[in-house]
Structures are given as C-alpha cells and as structure tokens.
T-cell receptor
C-alpha cells in the first residue's frame, strides 16, 4: 500500500515569493491533515479536512496561508507571500476517519521549506 | 502553551538495556495517547497508543504506561536496539471541541549505542 506522498521534498525561495505544497493521501483515507513542524518542535496542526470540508482550521494563519482539497483526495497548501519565519517542515497526514473514531495518522515525508 | 511536554530532549542507552521515554500533559480532556517515531528526512510513524481507560499497553518490545492522576505517560523499550535510534514524539487526542487534533510534544532523541 502506497503511503502519503508529498511534493516537493525541498523548496528554497526568497521572502515575499509564493510557494505551494502538494499532498496525496493514502487511498480511501477521508481525513487529511496539514502540520507545521519547526526545528526542535513537535508537529502543530494547521488544518484538518473531512473529505472536502475544512473542519478545523483555527490554527491556519489565513492572512497568508490557504489550503484546498477540491475533490476530497489531493490537497494543496499555499503560502503567499512567504516570510522568513515560515521556514519549517510542512507535513501532510491522513487517516481513515476523524472525529469520534480513534485512529492513528499516517504521515508523509514532509516538505522542507527554506525562506531566504 | 505546551499541553504535551517531553522534558528530556535526548536519551542515550546501551544496546540491550531498557529505554524509558517520559511525557507529561496538562489537559484533563485528553483521552487517547500515542507515540510516534521519526527518522531523519522521514515523517513520523505510529508506534503504539493507549486509551485513558487503560494504564498499560504492550506491543512486543514496546510498552506504554499511563498514570492519569499524575498526568504522565512513559514508553519503555526492552531490549533497546541500535535501530531504535530516532526521535520519539508523544501525542495526545482530546475528547473536547478539537476532536481529531493531535497535540505533540517536542520529542526526545533516543540514541542506542552498541
């Protein structure tokens, strides 16, 4: 079974430029998560999708970050414009179900973003 | 405000010995706890979990203990192997309004030396 796929794996951009990350979850997983992991920290949730619906986006800085999951499968996370402090690893995860069901999340390898 | 705390950033253990990784939490609404393992340049992978209705869960060499009164859990690895060297994250899930969200600690780097 293929795992969570993310691309690109690494991205270097200059500040004020836009950047986008792509995630393909495990087939059949309805719930998709985007996490931010700063150096020396644990992952922090940015947004959670149940199918196409964003059900938890309270941690997403909406002035510069946006996300979409149009057909309930792949997802894109965008930053526009990027700032120096956005340098981090962006992790995508998926799980068979969210909400009341207890299930572990399966993580992709992440995209390491460096903003110069 | 860190709701899940891993106060030891690193742990070094000899092969064959026991590794004990600790985790504390502050939110009494947490009802499910997980441990993830992370190798460099890879995403975290699920290791073991425990529900708040239990105080112990065992899976092979890995055992997680939960002390609800102390809001403390620990992961025991016996015997430790060099391949266990990785960063271990403790995570918790709340039964409150943020159902489905995992709260992670900062991680503990475990090094198992021969």
């Amino acid at each position: 079974e293929a795992g969570v796929v993310q691309s690109p794996r690494y991205k270097i951009i200059e500040k004020k430029q836009p950047v986008a990350f792509w995630c393909n979850p495990i087939s059949g997983h309805n719930t998709l998560y985007w996490y931010l992991q700063n150096l020396g920290q644990g992952p922090e949730l940015l947004i959670r999708y149940e199918n196409e619906e964003a059900v938890d986006d309270s941690q997403l800085p909406k002035d510069r970050f946006s996300a979409e999951r149009l057909k309930g499968v792949d997802s894109t996370l965008k930053i526009q414009p990027a700032e120096l402090g956005d340098s981090a690893v962006y992790l995508c995860a998926s799980s068979p179900s969210g909400g009341l069901a207890v299930s572990e999340q399966f993580f992709g390898p992440g995209t390491r973003l460096t903003v110069l | 405000d860190q709701q899940v705390k891993q106060n030891s950033p690193s742990l070094s253990v000899q092969e064959g010995r026991i590794s004990i990784l600790n985790c504390d939490y502050t939110n009494s609404m947490f009802d499910y706890f997980l441990w993830y393992k992370k190798y460099p340049a890879e995403g975290p992978t699920f290791l073991i979990s425990i529900s708040s209705i239990k105080d112990k869960n065992e899976d092979g060499r890995f055992t997680v203990f939960l002390n609800k009164s102390a809001k403390h859990l620990s992961l025991h690895i016996v015997p430790s192997q060099p391949g266990d060297s990785a960063v271990y994250f403790c995570a918790a899930k709340s039964r409150g309004s943020t159902l489905g969200r995992l709260y992670f600690g900062r991680g503990t780097q475990l090094t198992v030396w021969p």
